[in-house]
Structure formats: C-alpha cells, structure tokens
C-alpha cells in the first residue's frame, strides 16, 4: 500500500459545479499536509496548506481528518481553468521531515 | 522574484553520454531537491541535500550524482545516461527540509 493515495480521476464535471478530492495516507506520524497543483508537464505549485481545522482560499477549501487520515480538497464554481492535476503532499513525521507525494488527480472542467 | 532555475528545458541525449542539468536558487535556501516524475509514479526523489557539502540519496538515487559546493546551486549529474533514466526532473528547494517546495520548470530529458 502507498504511503499517499489519491485516485488518480479523471474527474470530469462542467463549468461551475463542485468537486472534492480525497487524499489518504497511512502514517499515522504524519504532521504537515499541502494540496500543488500541476499543469500537464509543468512544474507543480503550491496550492494551499491544510490545517487542522480547516482553511479556505477562495473558491477552495481544505481540511484535514486527523482520525481517518485523510485530506480532502473541495473546489467551488469550478473554471475551465482550474483543470489541473491536483497533488497531495504529505510530510512525514519524525526526524526525517520528508515529503511524500501522491500520485495526483486529473481534473478535466468542461465548458 | 523568488524562483528556481533549472537548464536545460529540453534534452535528448544518447546513452551513455554524460550529462548535467543545472538548478540554481535565488532564496537562500539551505534544502534542495532532485526529483524524477513518470506517468503512474508520480515524483520520486532522487537526492537531496540539507546544505552546502550535505547530500543524500533519496528513493531512486542510482545512476545518479549531485554536488552541492555553493548553496544555490544543485545540480544532477548522469555520468553513463540509459533509456531508463528518460523522464520528466524537476529541482525544488525550501528554507529547511520538510517546509513547501518551490519548484524549476522542469527538464524533459530522453536517452535514446
């Protein structure tokens, strides 16, 4: 089993509907969660931290279920340009500080 | 600007033709990062580095070799280049390890 699991899509929804993801991982040590979002061979970009109790950016929102382990990315009134693929990062806990990244999830917003 | 500076964009190469694609930071970070991404992998890291003269190996480091003698720059380095080895790298770096990447454009690298 990974130690960051997406489902990799394709979410394919229409302009202005709301889509979530969900990441899970399985390190239960796990201590700082981040959701990049990359563009087809570009180089992934920062797109939110997550903390524990939730944040929201705009039309995105994130949160973070301790309990579950998982993250969860919701993104509102999706735009033809918010078709990316959408990476979860997971930093491991303990002395190595090392970041874990999933595999991602392509979403596809059609007009 | 705050960026990360990887070269070249585009390289095709043939194998065993030694290679080095260059990173360079403008941020004074003291973590750097090589990294490799295939379809159904995701990223994998290669090598890291902690600090000036502090590297390590990462998940996939064979075949390959980095040096960190300035802290701005990290650059990989593919002594014998094998079809293998052909990927997507990005270079990233952070003020410490386990703080957000910034990452460079990436290098589309094909070993014939």
Same mark, same amino acid.
């Given at each position: 089993?990974?130690?960051?699991?997406?489902?990799?899509?394709?979410?394919?929804?229409?302009?202005?509907?709301?889509?979530?993801?969900?990441?899970?991982?399985?390190?239960?040590?796990?201590?700082?969660?981040?959701?990049?979002?990359?563009?087809?061979?570009?180089?992934?970009?920062?797109?939110?931290?997550?903390?524990?109790?939730?944040?929201?950016?705009?039309?995105?929102?994130?949160?973070?279920?301790?309990?579950?382990?998982?993250?969860?990315?919701?993104?509102?009134?999706?735009?033809?340009?918010?078709?990316?693929?959408?990476?979860?990062?997971?930093?491991?806990?303990?002395?190595?500080?090392?970041?874990?990244?999933?595999?991602?999830?392509?979403?596809?917003?059609?007009? | 600007?705050?960026?990360?500076?990887?070269?070249?964009?585009?390289?095709?190469?043939? *194998?065993?033709?030694?290679?080095?694609?260059? %990173?360079?930071?403008?941020?004074?970070?003291?973590?750097?990062?090589?990294?490799?991404?295939?379809?159904?992998?995701?990223?994998?890291?290669?090598?890291?580095?902690?600090?000036?003269?502090? *590297?390590?190996?990462?998940?996939?480091?064979?075949?390959?070799?980095?040096?960190?003698?300035?802290?701005?720059?990290?650059?990989?380095?593919?002594?014998?280049?094998?079809?293998?080895?052909?990927?997507?790298?990005? %270079?990233?770096?952070?003020?410490?390890?386990?703080?957000?990447?910034?990452?460079?454009?990436?290098?589309?690298?094909?070993?014939?």
């Amino acid at each position: 089993r990974k130690e960051v699991e997406q489902d990799p899509g394709p979410f394919n929804v229409p302009e202005g509907a709301t889509v979530a993801f969900n990441c899970t991982y399985s390190n239960s040590a796990s201590q700082s969660f981040f959701w990049y979002r990359q563009d087809c061979r570009k180089e992934p970009k920062l797109l939110m931290s997550v903390y524990s109790s939730g944040n929201e950016d705009g039309r995105f929102t994130a949160q973070l279920n301790r309990a579950s382990q998982y993250i969860s990315l919701l993104i509102r009134d999706s735009k033809l340009s918010d078709s990316a693929t959408y990476l979860c990062v997971v930093i491991r806990g303990g002395a190595t500080n090392k970041l874990i990244f999933g595999t991602g999830t392509l979403l596809a917003v059609q007009p | 600007e705050a960026q990360v500076t990887q070269n070249p964009r585009y390289l095709i190469t043939v *194998t065993g033709k030694k290679l080095t694609v260059t %990173c360079s930071q403008n941020m004074n970070h003291e973590y750097m990062s090589w990294y490799r991404q295939d379809p159904g992998l995701g990223l994998r890291q290669i090598y890291y580095s902690m600090n000036v003269e502090v *590297t390590d190996k990462g998940d996939v480091p064979e075949g390959y070799k980095v040096s960190r003698k300035e802290k701005r720059n990290f650059p990989l380095i593919l002594e014998s280049p094998s079809p293998n080895q052909t990927s997507l790298y990005f %270079c990233a770096s952070s003020s410490r390890r386990g703080e957000k990447l910034l990452f460079g454009s990436g290098t589309q690298l094909s070993v014939l």
